[in-house]
């Protein structure tokens, strides 16, 4: 007995060390095992590493995504495009303070049709306003975050995926041709977002008179459709676009219908490891997180907390791991929570940094990467650039 347990002792010992030696991420959380490398080495990194790295992110909310082309047409300057939703022009410091306050990652949303005059058969993005996007890019990464930059909301053409499909994937392969090359050799700590929270029921939005008519199924469809278009044109462009980390929105970014067996994530034949992340936002209850007083679809909610409440957003992350137990992984691209109004000021709301709180100890958990959603209120990008409050930034210290 005694020498049959010390050779089991000695097979286990040597299974061990294999593992170790080769880097096997044998005891992670998700059922996919996948080889370590240094951290160092993004190129040959796969997604679940990668999001150890990301850490906690923040949006640089209603600046570049600002649709300014609406009323001011598509040759006004990239700053005043930034600036025309109220908030302040970017700096350097900014990323500077974001990073020292404990972010690793930011999001960058961009319309990049404010200065693309496509209904006129221009497809061509402004230089100005190219270069303005790369001066802020770099400026975050030079002050060691890690970035992403997609195709946000962008003034609503997404709904010609619904009526006129041809002019949308112009659209869609305009602007990705000109940003994917001109950011192709940026290293791999930027990451290309394929676009937002229109993947899903907004293809059938209104534009220019006319809506789509997509089912539900038909949707569903044309996401996995766009999503490997999307991941086959990036690779296609050489460069460090061959292996960039790439996001794939859900649908709608809501959890529960991305979730749903109807989804079909986009092969990446280019890669033998798994290069690729999946999006979804949470703003949950939506009563809660986006209510600033009562609508005519709800009554704003001014607290959160209870057990009940707490154990509802615990199950929903959870469902997330069905994504990161195939390898893929799961940025949360948004959360927040919506201040209350309160005569002619807005306040925080009961149980503010006890949500926030939780959101980020389950993407901890679960190895998710989230982003908060920031528009100058949390996050003071004016005056004394930082946290508006000693709570708040409690929430995110390391």
């Known amino acids: 007995m005694e020498a049959?347990?010390?050779?089991?002792?000695?097979?286990l010992s040597i299974i061990f060390c294999f593992l170790v030696l080769t880097g096997c991420n044998f005891f992670a959380d998700s059922k996919y095992h996948y080889a370590e490398v240094d951290d160092s080495d993004l190129e040959n990194m796969e997604a679940l590493q990668f999001s150890k790295l990301l850490g906690n992110g923040i949006n640089l909310g209603n600046t570049f995504e600002a649709a300014g082309s609406m009323w001011m047409g598509y040759n006004e300057s990239a700053k005043k495009y930034e600036t025309s939703w109220g908030q302040p022009e970017t700096t350097k410091a900014m990323f500077q303070a974001m990073k020292q306050a404990g972010f690793d990652t930011i999001r960058i949303p961009v319309a990049w049709t404010n200065t693309m005059d496509w209904r006129n058969k221009d497809y061509e993005i402004n230089q100005d306003f190219m270069d303005r996007i790369k001066e802020v890019v770099g400026w975050a990464l030079d002050s060691g975050l890690?970035?992403?930059?997609?195709?946000?909301?962008?003034?609503g053409w997404w709904g010609l995926f619904g009526s006129n499909k041809t002019e949308a994937y112009k659209i869609f392969d305009a602007i990705w041709d000109q940003v994917g090359s001109e950011f192709k050799d940026y290293d791999y700590r930027l990451i290309f977002e394929a676009g937002n929270e229109e993947w899903g029921d907004r293809f059938?939005?209104?534009v220019d008179g006319k809506k789509g008519s997509l089912s539900v199924s038909e949707q569903y469809l044309l996401i996995h459709e766009l999503s490997q278009h999307f991941v086959d044109k990036i690779r296609a462009q050489g460069g460090k676009n061959e292996k960039r980390f790439l996001l794939i929105p859900g649908y709608s970014t809501d959890i529960e219908k991305t979730c749903d067996s109807k989804y079909k994530m986009p092969e990446d034949k280019a890669n033998s490891v798994r290069k690729l992340f999946i999006s979804v936002h949470y703003y949950t209850p939506a009563d809660y997180?986006?209510?600033s007083e009562d609508a005519s679809w709800a009554k704003v909610k001014k607290s959160w907390g209870s057990s009940a409440e707490i154990s509802a957003?615990?199950?929903?992350f959870k469902k997330m791991t069905k994504f990161t137990d195939q390898g893929y992984g799961v940025m949360i691209g948004e959360y927040a929570v919506a201040r209350l109004k309160s005569g002619n000021n807005y306040v925080k709301k009961d149980g503010m940094e006890k949500w926030l709180k939780n959101v980020v100890t389950n993407c901890q958990t679960y190895n998710y990467v989230p982003y908060l959603w920031d528009c100058n209120d949390f996050f003071k990008k004016t005056g004394k650039?930082?946290?508006e409050t000693d709570e708040l930034a409690a929430v995110y210290k390391k």
């Open 204 to 206: 059938n939005d209104e």
């Open 289 to 291: 997180c986006i209510l």
């Open 385 to 387: 650039l930082g946290f």
């Open 313 to 316: 957003q615990n199950n929903l």
């Open 146 to 155: 890690y970035v992403m930059i997609n195709d946000h909301w962008d003034c």
């Open 4 to 11: 049959n347990m010390t050779s089991l002792l000695r097979k």
